[in-house]
């Protein structure tokens, strides 16, 4: 079942510690079938070294596993939440990578200080709240998917496809799970700079907004102009 999907979502799993996105097995990527309403992501708790596209879980948007000799990640039901929440992607990445999960450990957005970060992201990377205690009791994984999209409410999710969880790790999504990992890789890419730009300047300004408009929009607008594609 969903087979071509499943060595889609290994890939891009695969892309994680080849990004450096990972220690051990901090971090999955899953991948969503339209037509059958199934997603495909990665067992909990097993090392990448030792997948295979076979290994990968098939679940339903309520988490039910439909398919898989392990069990799906922990972070499924975060990872159905945006799924349901959201019918443009088909995508969806979480990792503890260490420069973006010091900016969520910190409670930060980061800023958007250049055009690197500009190419990308609309505006500063949101760093949510932390879940409240009851939150946390009544479903910490699905409530952590609730927070992501109830934060999106009346927002563009495409123009911003990544968030931090406070004290927690990032989320990025995508059209499919390359995209997504590609966005994860980005993000940290930010973070790292961000970090780095307010060690040699601690009074540092976000870029001009015209320069954030220029870069964000050259490559993502209607007369986007970047690329081969135009």
């Not at 990004?19 to 097995?25: D, E, Q």
């Not at 990872?79 to 910190?106: F, M, R």
């Not at 015209?210 to 102009?225: F, I, L, P, T």
């Amino acid at each position: 079942m969903l087979e071509a999907l499943k060595k889609e979502v290994y890939e891009a799993n695969m892309l994680l510690p080849k990004y450096s996105l990972v220690t051990f097995t901090w971090g999955n990527v899953s991948g969503f079938d339209k037509e059958s309403g199934y997603f495909v992501i990665k067992p909990s708790g097993v090392e990448y070294e030792a997948l295979s596209p076979e290994d990968m879980v098939v679940v339903d948007l309520n988490c039910n596993k439909i398919e898989g000799k392990y069990n799906p990640s922990s972070d499924t039901k975060t990872h159905a939440e945006l799924y349901k929440k959201w019918n443009d992607i088909g995508g969806v990445v979480h990792t503890h990578s260490p420069y973006a999960t010091s900016w969520a450990q910190a409670g930060r957005s980061i800023p958007a200080y250049g055009t690197t970060h500009a190419d990308y992201f609309y505006g500063p990377i949101p760093c949510l709240r932390c879940l409240t205690k009851e939150e946390i009791d009544a479903g910490y994984e699905r409530n952590t998917g609730v927070l992501i999209t109830d934060y999106f409410e009346g927002k563009d999710h495409i123009a911003m496809m990544a968030a931090l969880c406070k004290n927690h790790g990032s989320f990025a999504w995508g059209k499919d799970p390359e995209e997504a990992v590609h966005t994860a890789v980005v993000l940290e890419e930010c973070a790292k700079m961000a970090m780095w730009t307010e060690q040699i300047n601690s009074h540092v300004e976000p870029a001009p907004q015209e320069v954030q408009d220029k870069h964000y929009y050259r490559k993502h607008g209607e007369n986007a102009y970047y690329g081969q594609g135009h």
